[in-house]
C-alpha cells in the first residue's frame, strides 16, 4: 500500500508556472504506473498526464502537451508535474493517483488504486 500527499499548488496568473509534487510513504513509486488527474468546477475528474511502472512511457492529454511535464525523482519518492504557459481552463483540483495492477498508463480513473487528497490551483480570468 501507498499513501500519496500532494502540494504545490496555488493562485498564479494566467502564463505563469508551478510545480506539482507527488510524495509518497509506504512502498515506492517503482511498483506503480503513476498520473496526475485534475477536476474543474462543476465537471468530472480527467485525466492530465501519466507514466507507465516499467516502460518508462509518458502520456498527456492533449491540451497539456508542451506545457506540463511529468516526472519522479530519482529515488522513486516523488512525483512532479511541471506546469507552464497555465491558462484558466487549467483551474481545478489535481489529484496524485498510483496504479498496482496496469503496465500502461490508464486515463480511466477507475483504474488507479491509491489517490492523494489534491491540491488546488487557480488561474484566474
Known amino acids: 500500500q501507498v499513501q500519496l500527499v500532494e502540494s504545490g499548488g496555488g493562485l498564479v496568473q494566467a502564463g505563469g508556472s508551478l510545480r506539482l509534487s507527488c510524495a509518497a510513504s509506504?512502498?515506492?513509486?517503482?511498483?506503480?504506473?503513476m498520473a496526475w488527474f485534475r477536476q474543474a468546477p462543476g465537471k468530472e475528474r480527467e485525466f492530465v498526464a501519466g507514466?507507465?511502472?516499467?516502460?518508462?512511457?509518458?502520456s498527456y492529454t492533449d491540451s497539456v502537451k508542451g506545457r506540463f511535464t511529468i516526472s519522479r525523482d530519482s529515488a522513486w519518492k516523488t512525483v512532479y508535474l511541471q506546469m507552464s504557459r497555465l491558462n484558466t481552463e487549467d483551474t481545478g483540483v489535481y489529484y496524485c493517483?498510483?496504479?498496482?495492477?496496469?503496465?500502461?498508463?490508464?486515463?480511466?480513473?477507475?483504474?488507479?488504486?491509491?489517490w492523494g487528497q489534491g491540491t488546488q490551483v487557480i488561474v484566474p480570468s
Open positions: 493517483a498510483a496504479d498496482r495492477r496496469s503496465d500502461y498508463v490508464s486515463r480511466f480513473d477507475v483504474d488507479y488504486d491509491y
Open positions: 509506504g512502498r515506492t513509486l517503482s511498483d506503480y504506473a
Open positions: 507514466f507507465s511502472r516499467s516502460r518508462g512511457s509518458t
